[in-house]
């Protein structure tokens, strides 16, 4: 029978900082089953899932706990469990000027809906003959099954006038 673990890294970043975890995770049997990682302000941080045998869940955690001279590490035993009525995957792309607040005013919009975030990415970059800053986002979302794309929609352009977006 197989466990899974999620493991959230943060590192100054190097190079190596991946290897020595998959090293550690293939010495202990264990399947890296998905990731994200990304480099930010000279930091590595990442997030990632592994699936091991229950005899050596144990063995792996300890291996991984050493490696704490080299990165910070959180590690998560977690449970796979199947729900009734699954919700729809869709993504989301939004664009829009910045500012202090955006992401706290879509997350709130996507919880009043009762939309999980799967997958989030943002950045910030200068608009096209202009000073003012875009800021960017993509996301992968469970949308469930009771609210419909064009309301969700409706709700996130509600936020601004501004707000260019796209949910496929």
Request: contains cysteine.
């Amino acid at each position: 029978m197989k466990s899974y673990l999620v493991l959230t890294v943060i590192a100054d970043d190097k190079p190596g900082l991946v290897e020595s975890l998959s090293e550690v995770i293939a010495e202990h049997e264990g399947n890296w089953l998905e990731s994200s990682m990304s480099q930010l302000a000279g930091k590595f941080a990442g997030i990632l899932r592994v699936s091991v045998s229950r005899q050596d869940v144990d063995a792996l955690v300890a291996a991984l706990n050493r490696l704490s001279s080299e990165l910070k590490l959180v590690i998560e035993q977690v449970e796979i469990k199947e729900s009734g009525e699954q919700p729809r995957t869709v993504e989301l792309s939004l664009v829009g000027n910045d500012r202090p607040g955006i992401v706290r005013e879509i997350s709130h919009a996507l919880a009043v809906l009762s939309v999980n975030v799967e997958q989030l990415s943002t950045r910030c970059e200068p608009a096209p003959m202009s000073s003012d800053i875009l800021f960017r986002t993509s996301a992968s979302l469970k949308v469930p099954q009771d609210v419909s794309l064009e309301d969700l929609q409706r709700c996130l352009e509600r936020l601004a006038d501004d707000l260019m977006v796209e949910i496929k």
